[in-house]
Every structure is written in structure tokens, then in C-alpha cells.
């Protein structure tokens, strides 16, 4: 967890930056860099939780993970940064 939200500040700081900078406006800066966070943190979640979770059901996690980490990080990518759009502008 705390990986995650390591690379997430770190990355979410640098992205919101040049967000800000590239646009000249603060707000898309925010929105990119909290999604940026957001994004990292759940991934990092996920990828460390459903191997222990298909291995605890008996599954092959070397198999099986790959998909659900690409569907949880894809769906939490894109719906965050257009859940946090639409709140913060």
C-alpha cells in the first residue's frame, strides 16, 4: 500500500504539473494528478490482492490475475478521471 501511494503522489504530482502547465489551468492539473493517484493506489491493490485472492479459491493466480488486474485498473482508471472531472469542473 504504501508503494502505491508513493509512486501515486510522486506520479500524480508530475502528470498534474504538466497538466497545469501544458493547459494553463489548475483545475485540469488537480483532476489529472488525483486520477493519477487514484489509478496507482487501486492498482497497486489489486495487483498484490487478487493472486491472494484466486490462490485462497484454489485457482492458478499466474493464470488468472492478469485479467482482473487489467479490468480493475482500466475501469478504475477511466471511470475515476471522469468521476473527478465531473466533480471538480
Do not use: H, W
Not at 18 to 40: D, E, K, P, S, W
Not at 50 to 79: E, H, K
Request: charged letters at 5%.
Amino acid at each position: 500500500m504504501a508503494v502505491g501511494l508513493v509512486n501515486g503522489i510522486a506520479i500524480g504530482a508530475l502528470s498534474g504539473t504538466i497538466a497545469a502547465l501544458f493547459t494553463q489551468q489548475t483545475r485540469i492539473g488537480i483532476v489529472i494528478g488525483l486520477a493519477a493517484l487514484t489509478n496507482l493506489l487501486v492498482a497497486n491493490l489489486a495487483g498484490s490482492g487478487i493472486p491472494i485472492l484466486l490462490d485462497a479459491l484454489g485457482q492458478d493466480p499466474a493464470l488468472a490475475s492478469n485479467i482482473f488486474m487489467t479490468m480493475i485498473t482500466d475501469l478504475v482508471g477511466f471511470g475515476g478521471f471522469l468521476g473527478i472531472a465531473a466533480l471538480l469542473l
